[in-house]
Every structure is written in C-alpha cells, then in structure tokens.
C-alpha cells in the first residue's frame, strides 16, 4: 500500500534523502498512521531505505523500501511482529521478530522484498533475542538467552545463507547471564558484552572463536555495585566495551568504557557522567575518531543524542524532545544520523 505524503512534505524529500529542513534535521519518510515504526536500514550499496514496523489492530508487519524519500516497495508480513531488521552487502534484507505463539523468527528477502527463507530459533519457552548480526558469508549470527527460576543460559546460533542452522552452542559463561550485543572481527572472532550475575550484576566481555569456543572472558566489578555491558566497537584491532556501572546513591549509573587488547587484557579504562543523573546507553556506534551514543538518564527519563571524541569526551550532546522517539543511530553516506520518530514522521538528525 503505497503511503500519501503532503505536497509539502513530498518536495522536500523528492529530491535527496537528506535534504536539509533546518540546519541539521532532515525528514526521512512520512508513515500511514496505523503502522507501529520499530526499525530502520540503510543500504549502502543501492542507497535504499528499509522502514520496518507493525500494523496496528493485527499481528502483521511490514517492510517497507524507499528512495529519495519515495516509496517503492513494500511487504506484509502475516503473524509476525518484527523488531529489527539489516541489510548485508548484497543488498539482502533480514528481519527478527516473532510469531503470534511467541516463536522467535528470522526472515531472509531479497532487496526487492521477496522472501528468500524463514528459520526459527527455539532453545526453550523463555528464549529472549537480543542482537544479531550477517557477516561476508551471508552468515546470520544470533545471540539470546533463557531465563529460567535461578539462571540464565546465553546461546548462539550460526544461520547460514540458505536459512539452515548450521551451529548452536549454550555458552558458559557465568550461572546468571544475559548477553546484549555480539561483533565479529576480520578473522571470524566473535566478542560479546553483557551483565553476569554472581552476588551482584558485573559486567562481562568474552572472545568466541569461530566455532563459538570460549577464548578469553573478563568480568567488571566495580566494588560490588551494578554494573553491565551494552555496547561494543572494534578500533585497530582493539575492542571497547561500553556499558553502566554503579555508584554511591540508589540506582545512580555513570558510563564505562573498557578496551581490551585482542588477547584480552584491558588497556585503557575511562569512566563518564554525562547525564549527570543515572546514564544508560541505549545505543553505541563509532565511525572514523568518533563514538555516538543514545543515552538515557533513568533518574529523569531525558534522553540524549550524543556524539564523543576519541577520549570519550562530549563533542555535541542533544536532549531529545518528548514528543520525540529515538529509534537508532544510522551510517548514511558516510555520515551519521540520529533517527527518530515525531508523530507518523521519521527524521534523521546529522550528528
């Protein structure tokens, strides 16, 4: 169903997808009102927007491919609730959600939205997907955990390009852990970031081999308050690691951010208040000598769009409105953007 813009709207994106509408705010696209916005892709290949979200009133999804601001494609997916979704550098588009009965799906299309496969993951009742990400080989690599009265497993799982589940492993890495995001590096290494839990949450970071073998694990625990693991980046060779860790005051979190050489030692450590509250990074990406965030202060529930230097210290630093969704931080053309949603509208906000 194509999507009606106003005559205002639709000549100002018409003819570039970051067209300026004030000195940094751009408008991406114009949503119907009954589609939920939950995800956005970038194709760098094409220069194509992937929208994706639910239908309102139904347990239906949709994906929706644009240019310039303009619709060109869309598909309606029955009984699925999509919550992410990214391209690979073939164009292909891969969404995660789930199904009606709670069965966590992934969903392989081609770039013109035509469905290549679909694959369940299924290691309990209580299964809970929380990053993902496709590497040079069309490999889809998920990672989760399942909660259960006392514990909690972390798995990952190797999908491969024809949707065939190929490897899975429960990792032991604590009796309670919940992991929260996975990278890989050039040599097929994987690393991963979260809370673990023995008396108190400490963060941990751990290094996979490519056949999902632990290789090294490192736990943060700062004096016996909460900390966890959020976010992770790979600078020359390097990892950083950022994450929330406690303090003096009752739910009061400043950001960490912990690099680590390839065999696992730390090399630098650098803690930050940047909300001046309680920080919670709800998102952590860098591009070039430059680290973004969207972070949150639990305290007051304002939210920040952020850009750091290379000492973590604050370039830019924006409150999100309220009547502002943040949604993520995207690379388009080579320059970053804050996404966000006012109303049915989605803008991107160079940072």
């Known amino acids: 169903m194509k999507k009606f813009l106003s005559f205002l709207i639709f000549v100002v994106i018409a003819f570039s997808i970051i067209s300026p509408i004030s000195s940094d705010e751009n408008i991406l696209y114009k949503l119907d009102e009954d ?4 995800d956005i892709s970038f194709d760098q290949n094409l220069n194509n927007l992937f929208l994706a979200g639910e239908i309102k009133g139904s347990n239906n999804s949709f994906i929706i491919k644009s240019k310039d601001g303009n619709y060109l494609r869309e598909v309606i997916i029955d009984n699925f609730k999509v ?13 995660i959600g789930a199904s009606e009965d709670n069965q966590n799906k992934i969903i392989k299309f081609t770039s013109g939205l035509n469905k290549r496969w679909e694959t369940k993951i299924h290691f309990s009742d209580m299964d809970i997907i ?8 069309q ?13 909690s497993d972390s798995f990952i799982i190797r999908i491969n390009q024809n949707g065939e589940i190929i490897s899975e492993k429960i990792l032991d890495i604590s009796p309670y852990e919940r992991p929260y995001k996975i990278i890989e590096d050039y040599e097929g290494n994987f690393y991963l970031t979260g809370e673990s839990k023995d008396m108190n949450f400490d963060i941990f970071v751990c290094k996979l081999s ?23 980046e790979l600078v020359d060779g390097n990892l950083i690691a950022a994450g929330y860790s406690g303090k003096e005051g009752w739910y ?14 730390v090399t630098s450590f650098t803690r930050k208040s940047f909300s001046g509250g309680s ?30 230097d290379y000492y973590f210290d604050v370039v830019k630093k924006v409150e999100i409105s309220k009547d502002e969704i943040p949604i993520k931080i995207i690379k388009i053309n080579n320059d970053i953007y804050f996404v966000f949603q006012k109303e ?3 803008f991107a906000q160079y940072l």
Do not use: P, Q
């Open 344 to 346: 049915n509208v989605i």
């Open 35 to 38: 589609y939920l916005f939950k």
């Open 139 to 151: 490999e889809v690599i998920v990672i989760g955990y399942s909660t259960f009265k006392r514990s």
């Open 83 to 95: 919550s992410k979704i990214i391209n690979d550098k073939f164009s292909s588009v891969y969404a």
């Open 130 to 137: 929380t990053s993902f990400i496709v590497n040079e080989n």
């Open 252 to 265: 009061v979190f400043d950001t960490v951010f912990i690099e680590y050489s390839k065999e696992g030692n």
């Open 279 to 308: 920080d919670w990074i709800k998102e952590f990406k860098r591009n070039n000598d430059h680290y973004y965030l969207i972070l949150i202060d639990l305290l007051t529930g304002k939210e920040y769009s952020m850009k750091l």
């Open 210 to 232: 490519n056949d999902f073998d632990v290789l090294w694990i490192d736990y943060y625990d700062n004096n016996n308050w909460v900390d966890g693991g959020l976010g992770l």
